[in-house]
């Protein structure tokens, strides 16, 4: 890779940034054609193609999330790079590159928006053209509450500082401001693993953190997107009532789901703070 006058060079095929990597700066395309390629099960999806003067990877700027594709040259590309520091200074001089960004992150929540309506004509109501993570997790439970029979419920998601907090909840509710680290009680432990656990005498289960609330039965089940584990649905019993492997089951369709609309959800939130954020600094430097 050749350094340019301004951006670097990248040769046909050579990688921009990996998805999982972790994002420090955003692109903009000097010259050439850029490949936003996402890995399937099935091999490479290319979701689009950027031309001269698009952005790219701007959302690492606002949030700490790893990339969510792979963005390779198609063909000899320049690309600019640029982190959080230099991305406002350049604004300063030249304040049309707020323009650019916003609309660049319109288009993509308008695609978010698309996905979501799709989704949500298949899926029944459980996946909701709304981009409130709290709402969409009381929907979940909600959706939860009707398939299995519980006491007690709760959508757990992880926070900034890497602990499940409780974001909507039913039944007892001394339990719910409970929040647990990763590997800390039956939540924190589906939460390293990514595996479902159904208990039927949690005082069994040397994992099983006592609460106020004692507690009989418990199915748990990841909500994980892409490899990425957002959080947990955990439903309880508090009385004699015992779970079965169709509630297992019935409990992990919806995660499968439920998890979509929780990640799309935390994105479109994360494309509207970043295009409030871009446009107060618009404000402030015209």
Do not use: W
């Amino acid at each position: 890779m050749k350094e340019g006058e301004l951006g670097k060079m990248y040769a046909s095929g050579e990688v921009i940034f990996r998805e999982g990597d972790q994002g420090e700066v955003m692109y903009v395309i000097q010259a050439g054609k850029v490949s936003i390629v996402k890995n399937t099960p099935t091999g490479d999806l290319i979701l689009a193609t950027l031309d001269s003067g698009d952005i790219f990877g701007e959302m690492a700027l606002f949030d700490k999330m790893p990339r969510s594709a792979t963005a390779k040259a198609t063909g000899s590309a320049r690309v600019l790079s640029i982190d959080r520091g230099k991305l406002f200074a350049t604004i300063s001089r030249d304040p049309t590159l707020v323009f650019k960004m916003l609309e660049t992150m319109s288009k993509r929540i308008r695609l978010l928006n698309d996905e979501l309506t799709k989704l949500k004509k298949t899926k029944s109501d459980l996946v909701n053209l709304c981009c409130d993570v709290d709402e969409v997790c009381s929907m979940i439970l909600e959706e939860a509450r009707k398939t299995v029979q519980a006491d007690n419920g709760s959508v757990m998601l992880v926070d900034d500082d890497r602990e499940l907090a409780i974001k909507s909840a039913f039944g007892k509710k001394s339990e719910q401001r409970m929040r647990m680290k990763a590997g800390q009680g039956i939540a924190g432990d589906v939460l390293r693993t990514g595996r479902a656990e159904m208990l039927n005498n949690v005082s069994m289960d040397e994992r099983f953190v006592q609460g106020r609330v004692q507690l009989r039965s418990m199915l748990c089940v990841p909500l994980k997107c892409n490899d990425n584990i957002l959080g947990v649905i955990n439903m309880s019993n508090t009385s004699e009532r015992l779970f079965g492997l169709d509630d297992l089951k019935a409990l992990n369709s919806i995660a499968l789901y439920a998890s979509i609309a929780v990640q799309n959800a935390i994105n479109l939130a994360n494309l509207k703070n970043a295009a409030e954020e871009v446009l107060k600094h618009a404000v402030i430097v015209g």
